[in-house]
């Protein structure tokens, strides 16, 4: 009883609770305004009518998600003076206007850093023409080219990609850059923050970016301020706060580490217990990880201090060149490697186009790992083609999942792909793993889910690899977990589902790219 009033005490008087609540208190007050309007319900509500059918024709025609409008006009339809406020207020802000110059300016600023090399395009053409146009797509419109020269190593485990890490971190000379969605103090963070003080007292410059609402909950109040006080440079991304704005719901959901310019690591990998089974939560977390060493390294550093100064204005232009470690040429290190990132503050989904480029140039196979199958009509489009051509399409997805509704959501759509040839399986625990594997050729590891949020709202990244020894390691793993952990999802387990369940998912459905 003393331990549930312990949590409940901490959870009612949490800087979160008191933030939530706020916001809170704002909707509150714009529906109270909306409502001590209502002596003049007559004259407003024609007048609302006419903006809400002005304000939804204007939606439909933004260059945005089908989607997307379609989560806005059924609520300006249904509730059309509160539908048009919310919107108002939420498209017009200084905060996102700012946000969005601040990210373009540095990554334009930063784009001659980033050049690609022309002899390693000209090779890759002559592997693959639809490669080497993915290739150029991500070079021209993600800012990140493709690489040789490097080494990868992939981890079917969190436990794994920990354990790694931290032989890694302890052979840092020069500096460590390490940008995570979560962090929460346990095993995994407390030898993690041992290494980064330890190694800040020898000289090596330690730098840590952690997302303000991913952490929100986990981490004491202003734990930012009490790292720098040990030693490791710290900043929040984004940090959580009282005010309705869209900017909220851009958040930096990437993991990246990066170790003196030879060393980064990317994937699934938040740094919590849960993440390497220390805490269950879920049954069996299952993530991945991929370790890369060499040329394509260069590419998430980079990453890394273009977010950082974004996120510290203040710091001035960095002298990049100084993380830039002297070449390392890798013998018998086969194929290419291009590590990306993907912003909501531009116009292009590239998260979302290397998944189609993957699904859509498939022979034989695509293979997929989601923790969260909330596809949008363009990725239901191309998944169904490529089954329906006879390409072996398969998507593990959680058998617990850590959100109901996005089950809910995720079920909604297991009888339309299965109707198309795709099959699906869920994991005996909750999967967090973003893997993409096809024709023995091609793979994907990093941090981007099947959903709207990682597709376009959050900041993310992703390593590809195409003809590198790692990419028959995805594939081995994804088979191994098909053969001992997965049950595969049949056309009668989806009738069976009861007509409540249906309705629930169908609703949720209409509202996921707003979830």
Known sequence: ????????????????????????????????????????????????????????????????????????????????????????????????????????????????????????????????????????????????????????????????????????????????????????QGEMWDAIEEILVRKAKEGVEVRLLYDGMGSQSLLPFRYDKKLRDIGINCRVFNPFRPMLSSIQNNRDHRKICVIDGNTAFNGGVNLADEYINRKERFGHWKDTAVMIKGDAVWSFTMMFLQMWEVVDSKSGS???????????????????????????????????????????????????????????????????????????????????????????????????????????????GFIHAKNFVSDDTAAVVGTINLDYRSLYLHFECATYMYKTPAVMDVKADFLDMLAKRCQEITPQYCASRSVGRRMVSAILRVFAPLL
């Not at 017009?92 to 980033?114: D, F, G, H, I, V």
């Not at 390392?328 to 998260?351: K, M, N, R, T």
């Open 1 to 184: 009883m003393l331990k549930f009033l312990k949590k409940t005490a901490k959870f009612l008087f949490s800087q979160r609770t008191t933030i939530i609540l706020l916001l809170i208190a704002q909707i509150m007050f714009i529906v109270f305004t909306v409502l001590r309007l209502s002596e003049y319900a007559n004259y407003i509500t024609q007048v609302s009518r006419v903006i809400s059918i002005a304000l939804a024709v204007y939606i439909l025609n933004k260059p945005e998600n089908p989607a997307y409008k379609l989560a806005w006009i059924i609520p300006l339809m249904a509730f059309p003076l509160f539908a048009t406020l919310a919107y108002f207020i939420l498209s017009n802000q200084y905060s996102a206007r700012a946000a969005r110059s601040a990210y373009a300016k540095k990554c334009a600023s930063t784009r001659p850093y980033l050049k690609q090399e022309q002899s390693v395009r000209d090779e890759i053409a002559k592997e693959s023409t639809d490669v080497q146009r993915l290739a150029k797509y991500i070079d021209n419109f993600g800012g990140y080219p493709v690489y040789r020269n490097t080494y990868a190593e992939y981890y079917k485990l969190g436990e794994e990609k920990f354990a790694s890490m931290l032989r890694e971190l302890e052979k840092a000379k020069k500096f460590i850059f390490m940008e995570y969605f979560i962090i929460d």
């Open 318 to 428: 960095t002298d990049y060149e100084i993380y830039r470690p002297d070449t390392h040429e890798f013998d018998g290190c086969a194929g290419y490697v291009i590590p990306y990132g993907d912003s909501p503050l531009d116009s292009e989904a590239v998260g979302q186009q290397t998944y189609l480029s993957i699904i859509y140039g498939a022979k034989d196979y695509v293979y997929i790992t989601t923790p969260y199958l909330i596809p949008d009509h363009e990725t239901v489009t191309a998944l169904g083609y490529a089954a329906k051509s006879g390409v072996d399409v398969r998507i593990i997805t959680p058998g617990i999942p850590d959100k109901w509704y996005c089950r809910s959501i995720a079920a909604s759509y297991y009888g339309e792909l299965i109707a198309m040839g795709v099959r699906i399986y869920e994991y005996d």
